[in-house]
């Protein structure tokens, strides 16, 4: 029995050691782009369980269904991305990328600065 309670108790340790909060491995990159241009911010986040993750611009989740079109959302595996399409002077704001899992969370930020032609 006492041999039992010890693997269980193993069992039970190496799966909480295995459990850790998001990490930023990358961290999206601040930019500054002209007026139509698309700019992708991306990062790579490590975690487990894999931690969900969201885009937000100026503290406001971004939402695909909202803006048609003008969002890009990609996960593949660990690494992250969100792409802006054709940037107007609206799209400047501080984007905020947060990773959550059962263990924790965390945020990553950048900027995008888009410049209009003085034409």
């Keep these: 029995k006492k041999i039992h309670e010890k693997e269980e108790f193993h069992k039970k340790l190496n799966e909480d050691s295995l459990m850790h909060a998001p990490e930023f491995v990358i961290k999206p990159r601040s930019h500054t782009v002209w007026e139509k241009q698309n700019v ?8 487990w369980p894999e931690p969900r993750v969201t885009w937000y611009k100026n503290n406001v989740a971004i939402d695909l269904h909202t803006h048609t ?3 890009k959302i990609e996960s593949r595996y660990s690494v992250h ?6 940037c107007d002077f609206d799209d400047t704001a501080q984007y905020r990328v947060s990773a959550m899992n059962a263990k924790g969370e965390l945020s990553a930020y950048a ?6 032609y003085k034409g």
């Design 81 to 86: 991305s969100l792409e802006i399409n054709r």
């Design 111 to 116: 900027s995008v600065v888009v410049k209009r």
């Design 69 to 71: 079109g003008k969002y």
């Design 40 to 47: 992708k911010l991306h990062c790579t986040v490590s975690g």
